[in-house]
């Protein structure tokens, strides 16, 4: 399996600011997955992160407001920019490994995200 | 478009109580089916992978099964402890969540 670290926990913000989410992974991984999961909704992937080439970003979702580094095939972060109070979600990094014949994903703890 | 739906939204049982978690899809290929859960306050939890109609997979009280359109999670006498978010994802080259299951376990 994978462990994957992710911080902070949980953050309360003010409208306006920035905030970078960390994610550590106890393995060397080619992709690393940003996701948000608001109140009440699926998982939605945000960016699919690749060491050495610029993030790849899903219908929505820019670059500018989501901002993410990807120094090394064990780190990424994902920075929230400018928040509003409609960025109040959770945010998931995650992996994908072949263990057994078997695709598993695995996720880091969250970060629960509140924008005043 | 393709949907991955789970149902019911929201379930209560009493201990020992068995019952399923229903996942329909629509995908135009499907390469893998997850299911996981996800407590309060914490990333998503493996369970299992499917990748064919027809196959099984069990872990203690929770067996995943697969058919060509849809999947169950069956829970067997099911514990107080198993009280949490049960959610589905298909991988159609992206992968795609449901909103998932809340499971209420009442002692």
């Known amino acids: 399996s994978a462990v994957i670290s992710q911080k902070p926990s949980r953050d309360i913000c003010q409208r306006g600011t920035s905030l970078t989410i960390q994610c550590q992974v106890d393995s060397q991984v080619t992709m690393m997955f940003w996701y948000r999961q608001q109140p009440g909704q699926s998982l939605t992937l945000i960016a699919t992160a690749n060491q050495g080439s610029e993030a790849t970003y899903e219908s929505g979702f820019v670059i500018d407001k989501f901002p993410i580094s990807r120094p090394n095939l064990t780190f990424s972060t994902l920075t929230v920019s400018n928040m509003s109070p409609e960025d109040s979600s959770i945010y998931l990094c995650?992996?994908?490994?072949?263990?057994?014949?078997?695709?598993?994903?695995?996720f880091g703890s969250g970060t629960q995200l509140s924008v005043l | 478009e393709d949907q991955v739906t789970q149902s019911p939204e929201a379930l209560r049982l009493q201990e020992g109580e068995s019952s399923s978690l229903n996942c329909s899809y629509t995908v135009s290929g499907l390469r893998g089916l997850f299911w996981y859960r996800q407590d309060p306050g914490k990333g998503p939890e493996f369970l299992f992978t499917l990748y064919s109609a027809g196959e099984e997979k069990e872990k203690e009280r929770l067996k995943a099964t697969l058919t060509k359109k849809e999947s169950f999670l069956h829970i067997t006498a099911p514990k107080p402890e198993d009280s949490a978010t049960y959610l589905c994802?298909?991988?159609?080259?992206?992968?795609?969540f449901g909103k998932g299951t809340r499971l209420h376990i009442l002692p």
């Open positions: 995650s992996v994908h490994l072949i263990l057994g014949g078997y695709e598993k994903l695995f």
């Open positions: 994802a298909v991988d159609d080259d992206k992968i795609i």
